[in-house]
């Protein structure tokens, strides 16, 4: 990496969290210059505007949540318990999002649907991927047998998803990571006594 991307990497790194705790209206410039100790040139020398900075932290904190939802989903040996791996990523998830300063999906997802429908839009198309992905496991545990031929897979993964952020939300908000665990123990009975053969 050359030097100028390390330091937009760096920028993007260090004011992710923080727009996704203060959200989108609240970030402002000086917020983003103390917290990098850089100056207003430093950062508009990297990013055209704030929602530039804005989409591309929204990215980085996504980006890091996916890839580490899909590091503990693939330690299943079987769709079906790869499908289990997802309850099993968010009973942590309370700890583990601390370094985004909360769920970006949610925070960023709530705050900019009032405040900027670019990023909005963006909220809305990782929401489709998760969707899809959750489908997607679905349809493998059908066609290795594991789970039954007569779910509708986009059905339950629009159920899991649903739960999921609402037990996200309730965490947050009364600091209690009982909601969390809870949807985990949930998700894996439905999966197991509704969908599983």
């Given at each position: 990496m050359s030097k100028s991307e390390?330091?937009?990497?760096?920028?993007?790194?260090?004011?992710?969290?923080?727009f996704n705790?203060?959200?989108y209206a609240a970030m402002s410039l000086s917020k983003i210059t103390e917290a990098t100790g850089l100056t207003k040139g430093a950062i508009y020398g990297h990013f055209e505007n704030k929602e530039e900075l804005a989409i591309e932290s929204f990215k980085f904190s996504v980006r890091k949540v996916l890839k580490d939802l899909n590091?503990?989903?693939?330690?299943?040996?079987?769709?079906?318990?790869?499908?289990?791996?997802?309850a099993l990523f968010y009973e942590g998830y309370y700890e583990y999002n601390k370094q985004f300063g909360g769920c970006p999906i949610l925070n960023i997802?709530?705050?900019?649907?009032n405040q900027n429908k670019v990023i909005a839009q963006l909220v809305q198309s990782y929401n489709h991927r998760i969707l899809e992905k959750f489908s997607m496991?679905?349809?493998?545990?059908?066609?290795?047998?594991?789970?039954?031929?007569?779910?509708?897979?986009?059905?339950y993964a629009k159920r899991f998803f649903y739960m999921i952020e609402g037990a996200v939300y309730m965490t947050h908000i009364m600091n209690d990571?009982?909601?969390?665990?809870?949807?985990?123990?949930?998700?894996q009975q439905i999966i197991k006594q509704e969908l599983q053969k």
């Open positions: 390390r330091t937009k990497a760096f920028i993007i790194e260090t004011v992710a969290p923080i705790k203060n959200g590091e503990t989903v693939n330690k299943g040996e079987t769709p079906l318990k790869m499908l289990l791996n997802v997802g709530v705050d900019a649907n496991l679905i349809e493998k545990a059908k066609e290795t047998d594991e789970i039954k031929n007569s779910i509708d897979s986009m059905l990571e009982s909601y969390l665990k809870d949807v985990s123990t949930v998700l």
